[in-house]
């Protein structure tokens, strides 16, 4: 099945069309849905995932897309493939922008078309005036650039980008670039290179765009409870299952834990389930057999404190 195909699939079965979710995106919700906005990038460490503990080196990988930075990491450390789901129909398209972008720009250019210039605000500042201030940033989703990486979408994601990526839109006297409404925490150029691995030097850019034109990755538009029910997961089975900031959507870890161990069946014997510690007290006195490892989120900061834990059962 084809990338169209299962975004078309997906388009049917929820009644939507490309112009119904340009209109009726929403910022981010308790529950998220199909129309949410995507991280721009990671939310998370990813050094925490990034650690030598970890092995990736042919792996099959299945996991959440988000800001599709797990998914581009795993490939630069040699994970065989990657299989994505996110409810966000939107952060579908735009981690296959990103992919696309790998293939086709050269390292400063990937960072000048989605960074945001680092504007060193003061802690207490007149945001309307200073945002007069500024500059438009001529780089951030320039047109030009995106003619230059569009033939390398799926027809439907490229329908996506090309209805909006002409746009602006006035913010207290700047114009931004209307593609940003769409996202949600965008790093300035700087924090690209400081926080994201395969942005944090042009060597780990280049090895990157070799896995992805190499290796196989899919974006599949799912939410987590269906996640390894579409075709291309449902009777496979991974290596690594990424599963951060997700169970704790649901209400109560009766639901959590249903669908925690609906993804035992696609994990591989001595395969490995990476999740954030609001899995952690699910496990406690249950029969689970696998090996878990716990990655801390941190929004908006980068430091994991406990890097690593393995539960067993007793």
Request: glycine share 6%; proline share 3%.
């Amino acid at each position: 099945m084809d990338q169209d195909n299962i975004y078309n699939s997906k388009l049917m079965e929820l009644g939507l069309t490309i112009d119904d979710i340009i209109e009726k995106h929403t910022s981010f919700d308790p529950g998220h849905s199909h129309l949410t906005k995507a991280y721009s990038f990671s939310t998370e460490d990813l050094s925490g995932i990034d650690s030598p503990l970890i092995s990736y080196s042919s792996k099959k990988v299945l996991g959440v897309i988000a800001s599709g930075d797990h998914i581009f990491l795993s490939l630069l450390r040699g994970a065989e493939e990657y299989v994505g789901f996110d409810i966000s129909l939107i952060a579908c398209f735009y981690s296959e922008l990103k992919k696309s972008a790998i293939d086709n720009l050269t390292h400063q250019e990937f960072i000048q078309f989605f960074g945001k210039e680092n504007t060193n605000l003061p802690e207490e500042f007149d945001m309307k005036h200073d945002l007069k201030e500024r500059k438009k940033d001529q780089g951030q989703f320039s047109v030009q650039t995106y003619q230059g990486i569009r033939d390398n979408l799926s027809e439907t994601s490229k329908s996506f980008f090309d209805k909006i990526i002409h746009k602006s839109f006035d913010f207290f006297g700047v114009e931004v670039p209307y593609l940003c409404s769409f996202l949600a925490r965008n790093l300035t150029k700087e924090d690209m290179v400081s926080y994201v691995s395969y942005l944090s030097s042009e060597e780990n850019y280049l090895k990157t765009r070799d896995a992805i034109r190499e290796r196989p990755v899919s974006f599949i538009p799912s939410p987590i409870e269906e996640g390894n029910k579409n075709i291309l997961v449902r009777d496979k089975c991974f290596d690594i299952i990424y599963l951060t900031s997700v169970l704790h959507y649901f209400p109560d870890n009766e639901e959590r834990l249903k669908v925690l161990s609906s993804y035992l069946n696609n994990l591989v014997e001595g395969g490995i389930i990476i999740g954030d510690y609001s899995i952690k007290p699910l496990l406690n006195g249950t029969q689970f057999q696998k090996d878990f490892i716990f990655c801390e989120t941190a929004h908006r900061r980068f430091q994991v404190k406990d890097r690593l834990s393995r539960i067993t059962a007793d």
